[in-house]
Nanobody
Framework: QVQLVESGGGLVQAGGSLRLSCAAS????????MGWFRQAPGKEREFVAA????????DYADSVAGRFTISRDNARMTTILQMNSLKPEDTALYYC?????????????????WGQGTQVTVSS
């Protein structure tokens, strides 16, 4: 069982930045691919970014590539999503998730553990 707790969401103007953090409870944290997903009202949950257990491989949705950066600190069991140049369309509930795989994945169904989510609202 892996417990995940997100923090760092909030309200920001378009063009601004936010830094989301996800704290994990599992000591074998480095064995999990970590991902960030988001869900806007009336829409399906969508992939944002993922990072391999070692942190050496990352993947991003086309909509956030070049603006968002995912990173992890295995010693602190933490995953970070740095979000820059935010747009109103980035407004959503953001979830941190863990997948028990070696190979990085962007599929919602591959992620076994999920946090409760943190709200990000970008005003125009």
């Amino acid at each position: 069982q892996v417990q995940l707790v997100e923090s760092g969401g909030g309200l920001v103007q378009a063009g601004g930045s936010l830094r989301l953090s996800c704290a994990a409870s599992k000591r074998t944290f480095s064995a999990y691919v970590m991902g960030w997903f988001r869900q806007a009202p009336g829409k399906e949950r969508e992939f944002v970014a993922a990072i391999s257990g070692s942190g050496g491989t990352t993947d991003y949705a086309d909509s956030v590539a070049g603006r968002f950066t995912i990173s992890r600190d295995n010693a602190r069991m933490t995953t970070i999503l740095q979000m820059n140049s935010l747009k109103p369309e980035d407004t959503a509930l953001y979830y941190c998730a863990a997948a028990p795989y070696v190979i990085i994945t962007n599929r919602v169904s591959d992620y076994k553990y999920w946090g409760q989510g943190t709200q990000v609202t970008v005003s125009s």
